[in-house]
């Protein structure tokens, strides 16, 4: 009887230590499976695309961040004879010749203010040729909500990507934005030849 009792007590032990494991392992589990989908939650924020957000003629556009070198108060700038209007002139940086180009101009809107005082010149990440572009407003770099469906369709212009969202203006509110291929932005400029001697 002793030895039956002293059996059943081991087997109890056995099970309480199996379970101890098996809930410990459960509580594992749980653990992993929480990471994991935070992780997932989050992973779509992390893959967000950075722009700057810049006005236009009257509109906001989204430059990747990685275009970017720098943002610059307006420079003075030289016309180049018989260039393309929105070619608006060079300036000198650094040894070398910065070509400008006016975004509105370059997507064929109106420009919205002839304030030389408020624009921003935003130089991009190109060694040949060195362009900036004159934005009427550099605003602030954000991340970009891609838009899709019938909302993004019906590109007016080559050099826009697709549309997004972007917290920004006031309060916060969702604003839409254009992005922008700044190559294909500047291939039509690229191949004049007052731009590709700068």
Same mark, same amino acid.
Do not use: W
């Given at each position: ?12 032990? &056995?099970? &309480? *230590? ?7 392992? +459960?509580?594992?589990?749980? %653990?992993?499976?929480? !990471? ?11 893959? /967000? ?5 810049? @006005?236009? @003629?009257?509109?906001?556009? #989204? $430059?990747?961040?990685?275009? *970017?070198?720098?943002? $610059? ?13 929105? /070619? ?6 650094? #040894? +070398? ?7 509105a /101009?370059?997507?064929? !809107?109106?420009?919205?203010?002839? =304030?030389d005082?408020?624009?921003?010149? *935003? /130089?991009l990440? %190109? ?5 900036? $572009? ?8 954000? =991340?970009? *909500? ?15 990507? #697709?549309?997004?969202?972007? +917290?920004?203006?006031?309060?916060? +509110? =969702?604003?839409?934005?254009?992005? $922008? ?18």
């Amino acid at each position: 009887m002793a030895r039956s009792v002293h059996r059943k007590l081991r087997l109890m032990e &056995r099970v &309480r *230590i199996r379970s101890a494991e098996e809930r410990m392992q +459960q509580i594992l589990d749980e %653990r992993t499976e929480r !990471l994991a989908a935070r992780k997932a939650a989050t992973s779509p924020a992390e893959a /967000l695309p950075r722009a700057l957000v810049c @006005g236009a @003629g009257r509109e906001r556009f #989204g $430059l990747p961040i990685e275009t *970017i070198a720098e943002v $610059l108060p307006p420079q003075k700038c030289m016309p180049v004879p018989d260039g393309p209007p929105a /070619l608006i002139g060079l300036f000198g940086r650094s #040894g +070398q010749l910065v070509s400008v180009v006016d975004l509105a /101009l370059a997507l064929g !809107l109106e420009v919205a203010s002839q =304030d030389d005082e408020s624009t921003h010149f *935003i /130089l991009l990440r %190109r060694e040949t040729p060195r362009v900036a $572009l004159r934005v009427e407003r550099a605003h602030e770099v954000a =991340d970009i *909500i891609p838009l899709t469906g019938e909302e993004a369709a019906g590109f007016r212009n080559d050099a826009v990507t #697709g549309y997004g969202k972007s +917290q920004s203006g006031p309060d916060d +509110q =969702d604003e839409t934005v254009s992005l $922008l291929d700044v190559e294909r932005l500047l291939r039509p400029f690229l191949s004049s030849s007052s731009v590709s001697g700068a």
